[in-house]
Nanobody, 125 residues
Framework: QVQLVESGGRLVQAGGSLRLSCAAS????????MGWFRQAPGKEREFVTA????????EYADSVKGRFTISRDNARNTVYLQMHSLKPEDTAVYYC??????????????????WGRGTQVTVSS
């Protein structure tokens, strides 16, 4: 099992940048594929990005390609989401998720076993 805690969400102006962090504890971090999802009010939870256990492979939703970068530091048990050129439509609660068996190409939230409580990102116009 693993516990996940997100941090870094805040209000930011459109066009700005933000870095989210997800700290993991209670499990072997390098055994987990890690993902980021987001959910806006009244909408379904949406896949954003995922990274493989070693950090060699990553997958991105089309809506964030070229703007967001996922990375991980297995020595620090932490995964990051670096966001640039933020848009109002990026406004959502961002969740960190983990799975021991999911592939990075899998965009279904049901395939992830462990979730953080989320951190709010609000992008103003």
């Amino acid at each position: 099992q693993v516990q996940l805690v997100e941090s870094g969400g805040r209000l930011v102006q459109a066009g700005g940048s933000l870095r989210l962090s997800c700290a993991a504890s209670g499990g072997a971090f390098n055994a987990y594929t890690m993902g980021w999802f987001r959910q806006a009010p009244g909408k379904e939870r949406e896949f954003v990005t995922a990274i493989s256990r070693s950090g060699e492979t990553a997958e991105y939703a089309d809506s964030v390609k070229g703007r967001f970068t996922i990375s991980r530091d297995n020595a620090r048990n932490t995964v990051y989401l670096q966001m640039h050129s933020l848009k109002p439509e990026d406004t959502a609660v961002y969740y960190c998720a983990a799975s021991k068996w999911v592939r990075v190409e899998a965009a279904n939230s049901d395939e992830y076993d462990y979730w953080g409580r989320g951190t709010q990102v609000t992008v103003s116009s």
